[in-house]
T-cell receptor, first 115, second 107 residues
Framework: DAEITQSPRHKITETGRQVTLACHQT?????MFWYRQDLGHGLRLIHY???????NKGEVSDGYSVSRSNTEDLPLTLESAASSQTSVYFC??????????????FGQGTRLTVV | DAKTTQPNSMESNEEEPVHLPCNHS???????IHWYRQLPSQGPEYVIH???SNVNNRMASLAIAEDRKSSTLILHRATLRDAAVYYCILCTDKLIFGTGTRLQVFP
């Protein structure tokens, strides 16, 4: 079965270190998204991509970057981790059918702690 | 992106129907109305979406007002597993989440 997987599921890192969170989907979806969710809040969009070599900034993109070199993967990089980036991160993907007329599939999340 | 307004929380008893309301008075003609839910410690899960007409699937029904300024997610018989945060989202190409409605289901 097709799926979307995130790795690692849990990570602890130190302030100032570069961290990369992986997202891999096997649906061959063009659209991929990264969100963060803080305790008691909804999800906020960090970056998204509509296809290979395409990346776009979301609501809270400062301190994060993404690159899309193939259809299956959209890694999220924290250039210099900060305590404010302690959060749960979710990756999602969807087909690029008529905009809005498709469901998105979410990964199980990566819990990142910056100490 | 157009905004939605949902109650912070709702309660239901098991096996009763649940109507979760959502207001979206600034909806545009191209916005699809999406509903997702998030169970504890899990990623969001797609529930249903629609544009103008009411929609049914195995999980729920979506009733859309004629002027499209509001919609209602209907769970026909709530189960304990339906306890989650339900998000109503207007989508043209990406999902922008609000704070959602926390649904509690009591035995």
């Amino acid at each position: 079965d097709a799926e979307i997987t995130q790795s690692p599921r849990h990570k602890i890192t130190e302030t100032g270190r570069q961290v990369t969170l992986a997202c891999h989907q096997t649906w061959n979806h063009n659209n991929m998204f990264w969100y963060r969710q803080d305790l008691g809040h909804g999800l906020r969009l960090i970056h998204y991509s509509y296809g290979v070599q395409d990346t776009n900034k979301g609501e809270v993109s400062d301190g994060y970057s993404v690159s899309r070199s193939n259809t299956e993967d959209l890694p999220l990089t924290l250039e210099s981790a900060a305590s404010s980036q302690t959060s749960v991160y979710f990756c999602a993907s969807s087909e690029s059918v008529p905009e809005g007329n498709t469901e998105a599939f979410f990964g199980q999340g990566t819990r990142l702690t910056v100490v | 992106d157009a905004k939605t307004t949902q109650p912070n929380s709702m309660e239901s008893n098991e096996e009763e129907p649940v109507h979760l309301p959502c207001n979206h008075s600034t909806i545009s003609g191209t916005d699809y109305i999406h509903w997702y839910r998030q169970l504890p410690s899990q990623g969001p899960e797609y529930v249903i979406h629609g544009l103008t007409s009411n929609v049914n699937n195995r999980m729920a029904s979506l009733a859309i007002a004629e002027d499209r300024k509001s919609s209602t997610l209907i769970l026909h018989r709530a189960t304990l597993r339906d306890a989650a945060v339900y998000y109503c989202i207007l989508c043209t190409d990406k999902l922008i989440f609000g704070t959602g409605t926390r649904l509690q289901v009591f035995p």
